[in-house]
């Protein structure tokens, strides 16, 4: 692990593989359960509550001690990342710091603002929504993360997401229907798209349910120096279904640094698949053809 305090970014190796980061392609989502020490999910809520006396590592250009605690007891309690501990366990934390660096490439910047969503449980789910400015793109600049430093399952609420949904709208969605819940252990970091439908999941249990959102940022051009699978398949590799392989390929597709020569010519063609094909699927590395239409404004959902 490479953290560089001045600039604000580190490096380190990923640990992803194609095929994983195709998943992420896919779903929008992943998950590292329990992954921070309860020493310091202990700390990091007793910090947040006001229990424990702040202890910033600098003060950052332009601000002061005065305007430190007055941001530690907003809903954007940002200046837990001026904490030694904070950066070290949480924010530098080596499983997702090596899932960041397999998605986001070399000398990630790490997050300037903290959102703390803290709820008094039980209370009802939010409405599903997808947050303020978000892009549908095969872009992948940046990432959102979540932490939970408290022990988090379904009854307490935790984050409820629709897995896929982050490349383009999905309509309204009806609040009886379910999604996937990011519940787990005290230490636990889910990673999303920022364009992903979600919300805060229905909670039963009483307690209180903190959790902080931020966000990483890439700072490098993309290509494919996750872990290389030998074997992978760029022709058979799956993609997804009518309507949606095209973007998952795409954002795939530019991650490895190939999103400019994306083309793809409709119909059954690649990257669209499925099993009972006596041959591959045509189309694959076609050099004329179309980009997936993110912008929805052509009524075949194709664009050049
Ligand atoms: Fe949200």
């Known amino acids: 692990m490479h953290y560089d305090p001045c600039q604000r970014t580190f490096d380190c190796a990923p640990t992803l593989t194609d095929s994983e980061v195709l998943e992420f392609c896919r779903e929008g989502h992943l998950l590292l359960r329990g992954v921070v020490p309860d020493e310091i999910n202990q ?33 954007e309690p940002t200046s837990i990342f001026l904490e030694d501990w904070f950066i070290e366990h949480v924010l530098l934390n080596p499983q997702l710091a090596g899932a960041m660096r397999s998605l986001l490439g070399p000398n990630i910047g790490l997050p300037v603002l903290a959102s703390h969503h803290r709820a008094e449980c039980p209370m009802e789910a939010q409405r599903w929504h997808q947050d303020a400015d978000h892009i549908y793109g095969p872009e992948l600049r940046f990432l959102e993360v979540f932490y939970f430093p408290q022990d988090t399952p379904v009854e307490l609420g935790p984050t409820e997401l629709v897995p896929g949904s982050h ?16 519940d787990g252990p005290a230490g636990t970091i889910g990673v999303h798209h920022q364009s992903i439908m979600h919300r805060r999941g229905k909670s039963t249990a009483k307690g209180l349910r903190r959790m902080l959102k931020y966000n990483y940022w890439r700072t490098a051009p993309p290509q494919r120096d996750w872990i290389v699978e030998e074997d992978f398949d760029f022709q058979s590799a799956y993609y997804g279904g009518h309507g949606t ?4 390929a795409h954002m795939f597709y530019w991650l490895c640094g190939k999103g400019d020569q994306f083309r793809i010519i409709g119909g059954q063609a690649w990257p669209w698949q499925t099993e009972n094909q006596i041959g591959p699927s045509y189309g694959f590395d076609a050099k004329e053809g179309y980009q997936p239409n993110w912008r929805k404004d052509n009524p075949d959902g194709y664009a050049r």
Request: some cysteine; hydrophobic content about 30%; overall charge negative.
């Open 245 to 248: 392989a095209r973007f998952y």
């Open 43 to 75: 700390r990091t809520c007793a910090w947040l509550d006001g229990d424990i006396p702040a202890n910033p590592g600098y003060i950052p250009d332009g601000l002061t001690e005065a305007d430190l605690d007055r941001i530690r007891f907003t809903h």
């Open 167 to 182: 490349i383009q709208p999905g309509g309204p969605r009806d609040e009886e229907e379910g999604g996937v819940f990011c």
